[in-house]
């Protein structure tokens, strides 16, 4: 279990993120779909990462420092807030150099061992979603995992949502709003963050 958060630092880009030496687990998805919002949950402390209701107000990547529990052993890990895709209202000069460098923060840093797709539960057939699936897959390492988790699943009915998990078998639905799959959640990245398997 998560028991305790705080924020480290943020970075515009991998040269001036700082070295942790830590598991990192990012967190990534469109504009508006509830990174913030979730990691706050996660972490019960609804303070720790600042969201906003303006899309794209995520700017720069930032970083927490979480200390976890699992059976008697105490551990730490990263979460990283990913500035979010799509919506931000900016120049087209700046988005191309938000992506340049996001792209390289992603591929590049070999800390990362979890990614966290968050995807709208609402509209799970976006191109945005259908192409930063793919994208991370392109680049996946050995030692790297990825989890589709939906967010705002509340907002399903029973039939929607088993339809929604027989198309992504292994994915998660949360709700911040009803507090609903974020134990789940919360296991999940703990075990990957162990590199233990459920199975």
């Not at 919002?37 to 720069?60: D, E, V």
């Not at 976890?68 to 209202?89: H, M, Q, R, S």
Request: hydrophobic share 40%; charged share 30%.
């Amino acid at each position: 279990m998560i028991t305790n958060a705080k924020f480290l630092t943020s970075a515009s880009q991998i040269d001036n993120a700082p070295d942790l030496a830590l598991t990192e687990i990012a967190f990534l998805g469109r504009s508006n779909v509830g990174k913030s919002s979730l990691i706050n949950t996660l972490c019960k402390n609804k303070n720790l990462a600042k969201s906003s209701s303006t899309p794209g107000k995520t700017q720069l990547i930032n970083f927490f420092e979480v200390d976890c529990k699992y059976n008697e052993d105490k551990f730490k890990v990263i979460f990283v807030d990913l500035p979010g895709f799509g919506y931000a209202k900016v120049s087209k000069k700046t988005k191309e150099i938000w992506n340049k460098n996001l792209d390289e923060f992603l591929r590049e840093r070999s800390s990362i061992k979890l990614f966290v797709h968050l995807i709208d539960a609402r509209h799970y057939q976006l191109d945005i979603d259908l192409n930063l699936d793919e994208y991370l897959n392109s680049f996946l390492r050995a030692d790297q995992k990825k989890i589709i988790v939906f967010t705002k699943s509340d907002k399903l009915n029973q039939s929607q949502k088993a339809k929604l998990l027989n198309t992504y078998k292994d994915a998660i639905l949360v709700s911040n709003l009803k507090k609903q799959g974020i134990d789940k959640l919360e296991n999940k990245i703990i075990l990957e963050s162990l590199g233990i398997n459920e199975n």
